[in-house]
Structures are given as structure tokens and as C-alpha cells.
């Protein structure tokens, strides 16, 4: 069974990426990168990963998500986070990348933060 | 009469399931040890990072090579060791992940995250080579003077990467 399922929504050119489970070595880092890097090949650079129901990031999972980052920026655009759970959130702050990521907690706050 | 240590150890192919697996067992005796759920999680989180260490870093992936893992319950402590059959690295040649210019990396977070998660951590050479990596976690209800493992860091570091 996947550790990670990815379905995506698209609003006024947003993309949102609802993901569950768990974003970790293997298969969920994989369809991780997989699903951002089809995105941009699809011209989709406005992209807000909800990670309300990813209840494990590991390292590696991590290093996705900054690849993803650095990934979309790459190509003007940009990659915000919705909804963390305690443990994502105190995840991202220890490792200091809350200074990275523009992070939200309401779907039309980070929808309205790419005006 | 000296208190009795209870022991485990497992030899893991090289291959990304060992991660998982070895996380299973740690976290299982973890619980029966009498951590709770959030211990149990950093418990887990840092044997993770430790056998992915192993295997990506430290036998770099090979699957000819072993990942032993070894788990000691005295009546102080559970002691977790994760050695490799790679060359070995020093702690003091790890990149700090929480410098400026290491942020973005995509790796070398985890040993960070085991210096974080867990009571101690430090790394041996083995005796016959590789990395030891040697992590242990104060039981539940005996304090924990010198515990760095409610989430934030005291110290930094990151995987390593051998040369």
C-alpha cells in the first residue's frame, strides 16, 4: 500500500495538492517529487502543498519538500504549506525552515496570498 | 546482583524496507518500555535517521554490505546503536543544516535530528570498520537532567557524507 496519496484541485491558476499520509525515504518522498515536478512541467507554478493529513515527514521527506521549493522557484513561481500537524510543524521549525516556507492555516488565506 | 540489560540486535540487507522495519522494532520496544506516544515518535524518528544514514551514506547504498542494529534496555536507559560497513566519518566534519547557507539543502538533516530527539547521541568508529552511531533515551519517570529530546536542539549537525 502507498505510503502517500496526492490528489490536486486547481483554482484561478492555484494548484492545491492535497496529501496524506506519510512524506518519508521511499515512495511518499518519491510521488512527492513526482507530483511538483509534473506541475511545473505543466506550466503550473502557483502550487500550495496541504499537508493537513501527512502525519510523518522524514529527513528525506523534508529534503523534498525544500527540492520542491527551490524547484518551483526556479521557475517564478511558488510553493506555500497549508495546515501542519503539530508534529510537521515542530518538524519545520526545528530544522529552522518556517524561515523558508510561507506556511498557512486557512485554505483562502494562502489562495489570497498569491495576489 | 547487577541489574539485568535486555538485548537485541538484528543484521539488515541494505535496502530502503530495513528502515522501516528497524523503526517497527524500536518503536514496539519503546512502548513496552513504557515511553509515551510523543517518545515513542522521536524514538522511532531517530532510529530512522540513523539506519537511512546506514544506508545511503554509510554502505552508500550497496547491497552486499549489512546494517546491524542493536537495542539494550538497562534500568536507566534504552540504548539504540546503528552500525555500517562503510569508512566512518567524525561528528566534527558534519555541516551545521541550520546555517544560512545550508537551509535550502535538500540533505544533512538527520543527525540533527537524532541529536535533537534523543537524550544522547554520539558517534564511534566500528571495530571493524563503518560508523557507530550510539543514541539512548532516559526510561520514562526517571528525570532527565541533561535531556535535549523535547524537540528543540541544543547542538547541530546533519548526515554525513563520506568522502
Redesign the interface.
Known sequence: MPSLFATTREYSGITLVDLSGRISLGDGSALLRKTVRDLLDEGRTKIILNLGDVNYIDSSGIGELVSGFTAVRNRGGELKLLNLTKKVHDLLQITKLFTVFDVFNDESMAMRSFD | MAAETKHLEVTLDTH?ES??LAEEMCVRVAEAAGFNEDEC?RIG?SV??GV?NAFHYGNQEKPEKKIHLAIELTEERMIIHVLDEGKGFHLTDVPD??AQEN?????G??I??MK?FMDEFDVHPGKTGGAELVMAKRLPGLGSPHSNGN???SNSGA?HQEA
Not at chain 2, 103 to 107: A, M, N
Open positions: 530502503v528502515v522501516n515518535y524518528m530512522r535517521e537511512i543544516p541550520l537551509l535550502l539543502s535538500t540533505s538533516r538527520g540533527f535530528l535533537a524537540g528543540s536542539a548526515p
